[in-house]
Every structure is written in structure tokens, then in C-alpha cells.
């Protein structure tokens, strides 16, 4: 019987979607948050699997989480329960790994914002933009089309192409600057990297990831009666990743945030330069299921207009593929 089970063990379905973490990232999922794509997300997986992520996440900073373009209000302080539901399934597109995802975030946010010296308490509440992301490997081992391919697969250095893009649909109030919905267009381009560091065995791989990406906006033409225009922001997620044992790993990440720099009516702030960094935690429950926690941090954020964010999150993925689903019913029969 064991030898039966073997073949099936290398195959984590749960992988290829996980969430933060953001962050997103994000899926970015990434995480919102941080704006960053937990570590492990970009893992390939047998084509045709498909994965559910409910993550909830619990932030405080001066910016508003929902908001990508990481905006800064000095001297606020804002309180976000924020909860994301996705949905992302793997396919071969022209024998290359490929991935479609969409993730809803949804939540509550609250905090003291000055205008013009006056300082008043806003919040609100419901649904965020919805964001969808495509990625496709371009180096790397071809797609896992068959159970042999899964079993024989391994990363060792392989690059991938992404596109985001968020929906302006949102709940939006154009009356304050604090929303869920930005009310504007906007997505990101970026090329995750993920390299194999030793053996590919369960309880023994180690990787390292990276994801440099650069955040597009479009212009908000009522945001509080006023316009606002942002620089493109770049990125940089890295994640130093290990398996504990064959159920458990933990990362290491950092995320870099450079420019961004937003205009309002005309009026320029300040470019974002800002460092976060932080831990993640996964424990696979069953071949189906899998948890993860995390927090991050930003570090260099003791001056007024510097970026400031704290995050705690928690994600459940239930993860299937059909093919394997009909071989364990067919094992058990």
C-alpha cells in the first residue's frame, strides 16, 4: 500500500494558491496590506488543479491597505479587517505552466484623516476592486500535463510573465478619501523567479523567489473633488523558503517598495523608499488542504511621511485536481 501512496505524496495541489499574501501580494495576492504575493505562490503545479484561498487579514498603518498605490496620510493611524476570496486554476498553454486567478477583497476600515487641518474620523465597508492575474512560465520545466510529469517535476530555475488588473468596482464614496474601491484602473506587469536551492524532496526543498513588478494606475477624477494621479511604483519581493518537514515549511520575505509618487490637483508628494519584512508559516492539513499564517512589518518608517504597516494573516486552501481525485476514489474502492 505504501508504494501505492508514494507517486501521489510529491503532488501538494494546495500550492500554486495560498494567500497572506498579499498579502496578493495578493494573490497578490496577493496580501493588499503589503502588497505582496506570499511566498510559494508561484510553485507549478499538475495542469488542470484548481484552488480556493479564504484568507483574513488584520492591518494597521498609515495608509490605506485597499489601495495599491500605497499612499501615505501622515500622522493617521488606520484599523482594516480585510477578508479575500479567490478562485485560481492551472493549465498548459502552448506546453508552458499557466495560471488564471481572480481574488475578491472585502472588509471594514476606520481611522482619523487630515484635510486642510481638519482632522475627522472616516470608515467604510463592503467590497473592494476585484483583481484578475494571468501568469505563464516562460524558462523553466514544460507544463506537469500527466501524474509522471508531476512526479518527475522540479523547478530548478525557471521565469515566469505576469499581468494584474483590478476592476474599478468597488464600494466608492467620492465625498472622503477613505474607500475599498479606488475608482480608477489599475494592475501590475512582473516576472516571478523561482530557484531551486538543493534536493526536490518533500522535507527537504528549499527555494529562493523573487518578483520585481511595477504598479500601473490610472487617473481618480473625483477623489474628494480633486484629481489624483499616481507614478508607477515598483517592487521587489524576495522569500528565502524551506520545508520543516514534508507537512510544515516556513519563509523568509522581504518586500521594497520605490517611487509612487502621487498628485493631487497638481500638488506632488513624496516617492515611496520604504522595506518590510516578514515571516510565513504553512502546514499542509491533507493533500486537499493546507493553512498558513504570517506578519509583516515595514522597518524604516520613523519618519512622518514614511510608509507604515503592520500585518497579521491567516489563509485556508482547499486545493483539487480531478484526475488525482478519481485515482483516490478508484484506491479506496
Known sequence: MKNDESPLRPVHWFWFVVATMLSFSAFLLPSEALAQVPARFYWKNLSNSNGVPVIVQSVSGNTNPFDHSAIVTPGANFDVTLALVGYARTFSLHNRATMFAILAPMGRISG????????????????????????????GPRAQKLLPDAIRYQPGFSIDLLGDLALPIGHYDSKQSLNLGQNRWYGRIGAPIVWQLGPWVPGRRTTLEFLPTVWLFAENNDFVGKTLKSDPLFQLDGHFTRDLTENFWAAFDTVWFAGGKATIDGVAGENRNNLGLGLTAGYKINDNLGLTFGYKSTINDSAPDALRLNQFSFSLVYGWNSVVEGMNRLKHE
Open 112 to 139: 482619523d484623516v487630515t484635510d486642510a487641518g481638519r482632522t475627522t474620523k472616516q470608515s467604510a465597508a463592503g467590497f473592494g476592486d476585484p483583481m484578475f492575474e494571468f501568469d505563464i512560465n516562460l524558462h
